[in-house]
């Protein structure tokens, strides 16, 4: 065999017997730069990567295998520019709170008291360090370095927040979370239409056409493209610190997936929220499908972190069809690996193993280690990963964003990702949505979701020495079972967002798990 066939039955059967397969994708990927020559390794560094952690040779051994709505131009009303906050009355239609998900049903009779539903150390310390440090007209930093708020990963964090008010809207029916969802839904649009600002290197404006930058304000911002001296903009292309990368985008998808899936409408000053997360879907969905899941920028070039998405090709398509309505063949596209055409049919096993092993390698990566591809691919192929962007963080958003929810289904998410994965990572977000979204029942998988109990009373510092974990500005997207990862070192950055608390917590209250926690 050959060719596309060739790729699909090796895969195959690569996840069906456990055999040794490996990859990696998003930041410090670089993409098939030997393209159509021939050349089979690919190298890459790890421009973001802020952990190498010890693994072995037999990282990948053999397991048991288990193995639009598109509407018209984003919302321009009150909130999209951010002169009016989130937290004005408007005349927004009352949205059925009603769960009909597998572990409870939210009270429907309207607004709850909100310390009730989260705990004060929710709702009086943890969100509003956020809103107040963290938080402007729907743009989201994760840490701030010398009291200055950081925005390079701005789009992802905005997943976390949208996430985190679709939920405490599910859980206590508040006006004031479906307002910050609205601002956080047009923060994007604004994102993928970023305007020219020659001052800051931008010369040209973006259309709204899926390609979206990672901020308008914060450092990365000011210096993409372009170095300050005294006020002058001298263009230096070696920045480009504000391109998107996949991590941005599966972040966003997941989000959105979140927004579609909550039962009954969500509207807000008479703006359907469903509406403007799937047209977000559908111009994300339809750049990776025009670069064919190699991204790139606006001048043709492959972006400066992140541009290979071959591998979860697959997970993106299946997600934006679920989150759009739109069949997957609109967001489908066949791409290349050293010359060998893959088609979209052949994409889900490899999509598939992605969500599996990223999960399962987190903690045992080192970035520049070497997966050999050849199992999975058919041919010889090595790929250079970055433990950054192969990691838990992100094989958990391709999965809650592209598996199944129907456990008689063979892409069921429990029947992809291996819930010992889950477990012995100790991930609650993740423990969390395979519970509530797709319905896995496993007790020990409620053990595990509690591990977000443990977080300090106060938000994270870069000083924080925790044997807990929570010394990162992301726990669950590295959350390594290391008891010596947070008490060897203390993290350089001043303080974390705190989301990666009120995310788990705001989930929870929605299915009416945990109780809510207070402060003495």
């Known amino acids: 065999m050959r060719g596309r066939a060739r790729v699909a039955a090796l895969a195959l059967s690569c996840l069906t017997a456990g055999v040794a397969c490996g990859g990696g994708t998003d930041d410090g990927i670089v993409s098939d730069d030997a393209g159509d020559t021939g050349a089979p390794v690919e190298d890459a560094t790890d421009a973001e990567d802020d952990s190498d952690d010890a693994v072995t040779d037999d990282v990948f051994a053999a397991d048991s295998a288990a193995d639009a709505e598109d509407t018209a131009a984003f919302d321009t009303g009150p909130d999209a520019d951010g002169d009016v906050t989130p937290l004005d009355d408007a005349d927004a239609s009352e949205a059925d709170t009603a769960l009909a998900d597998t572990f409870v049903a939210t009270d429907t009779s309207g607004p709850l008291d909100p310390r ?89 404006s973006d259309p709204l056409d899926g390609y979206v930058y990672r901020s308008d304000v914060g450092p990365d911002y000011e210096n993409n493209w372009c170095v300050t001296v005294a006020g002058t903009c001298w263009p230096n292309l070696g920045t480009r610190d504000n391109e998107p990368s996949g991590d941005q985008m599966l972040g966003t998808l997941r989000a959105l997936s979140d927004v579609v899936s909550t039962p009954g409408p969500l509207v807000h000053a008479g703006v359907d929220l469903k509406a403007l997360a799937r047209a977000h879907a559908a111009r994300l969905g339809g750049y990776l499908k025009r670069v064919a899941f190699q991204m790139t920028n606006i001048l043709g070039e492959p972006v400066a972190r992140g541009d290979d998405q071959r591998w979860v090709s697959w997970a993106f398509a299946q997600g934006f069809a ?199």
């Open 116 to 204: 009730a539903i989260f705990g004060t150390k929710y709702w009086d310390v943890y969100r509003p360090h956020f809103l107040a440090q963290h938080y402007q007209a729907g743009r989201v930093s994760d840490r701030r370095e010398g009291g200055v708020p950081t925005f390079g990963d701005n789009t992802l964090w905005m997943g976390y927040a949208l996430s985190t008010f679709i939920y405490e809207y599910r859980a206590a029916g508040l006006e004031e979370s479906l307002a910050y969802a609205h601002e956080v839904l047009d923060g994007y649009a604004a994102l993928d239409a970023l305007p020219a600002d020659a001052a800051h290197g931008y010369l040209v």
């Open 322 to 520: 679920r989150v759009t309505g739109q069949p997957k063949a609109d967001f489908d596209a066949t791409w290349h690996i050293v010359g060998l055409p893959v088609a979209p049919a052949d994409q889900a096993p490899i999509g598939k193993w992605f969500i599996r092993y990223a999960i399962r390698f987190s903690s045992a990566c080192v970035s520049g280690h070497t997966i050999d591809l050849q199992p999975l691919l058919g041919i010889p192929y090595a790929q250079s990963i970055a433990c950054n962007e192969f990691n838990i963080g992100l094989g958990g958003d391709a999965a809650v964003a592209a598996l199944d929810d129907d456990p008689t289904s063979p892409d069921w998410f429990s029947a992809i990702v291996d819930r010992a994965d889950l477990i012995a990572e100790g991930n609650a977000l993740y423990a969390m949505y395979a519970r509530y979204r797709f319905g896995d029942d496993d007790a020990a998988l409620h053990e595990t979701a509690a591990r977000f109990l443990s977080a300090p009373a106060t938000p994270p510092t870069g000083g924080n020495l925790d044997p807990d974990g929570w010394c990162v500005p992301w726990r669950w997207a590295k959350d390594f079972a290391d008891p010596t990862r947070c008490v060897s070192a203390a993290n350089p950055f001043a303080t974390f967002s705190g989301l990666d608390y009120m995310l788990p917590r705001a989930m929870s209250a929605a299915y009416h798990d945990f109780p809510p926690q207070d402060l003495p």
